[in-house]
């Protein structure tokens, strides 16, 4: 069955940057889109970008600038560069893959395979 798993996530100051990963295994990968995906305490979990089997990409307004996704299809793996963070980013992001893309990459129930997550804390 299909597994993501999330890496990449730390504590960062305002203004820095990490790159998160997503590895995908046990299908081929490449019929994927992947989106992610971040929920803070007490919040719900809001669209955050994705990336189609065609490698073209979406994004939340709030990111739009500051993160880039990417896709390399030879390691199976989707790329959340985030950059200029503020303490806002602070949740939890999690990956998800959906077969063969979808109309709605920002609604979660589109994605029917999920990662565990990954701690992003941004401190001001």
């Known amino acids: 069955q299909v597994q993501l798993v999330e890496s990449g996530g730390g504590l960062v100051q305002t203004g820095g940057s990490l790159r998160l990963s997503c590895v995908f295994s046990?299908?081929?990968?490449?019929?994927?889109?992947v989106g992610w995906f971040r929920q803070a305490p007490g919040k719900e979990r809001e669209f955050v970008s994705a990336?189609?089997?065609?490698?073209?990409?979406f994004y939340a307004d709030s990111v739009k600038g500051r993160f880039t996704i990417s896709r390399d299809n030879a390691k199976n793996t989707v790329y959340l560069q985030m950059s200029s963070l503020k303490p806002d980013d602070t949740a939890v992001y999690y990956c998800?893959?959906?077969?063969?893309?979808?109309?709605?990459?920002?609604?979660?129930?589109?994605?029917?395979?999920w990662g565990r997550g990954t701690q992003v804390t941004v401190s001001s």
């Open positions: 990336i189609s089997p065609a490698a073209g990409t």
């Open positions: 998800a893959a959906v077969l063969g893309g979808t109309y709605r990459y920002d609604r979660s129930f589109e994605y029917n395979h």
């Open positions: 046990g299908r081929d990968f490449s019929g994927y889109a």
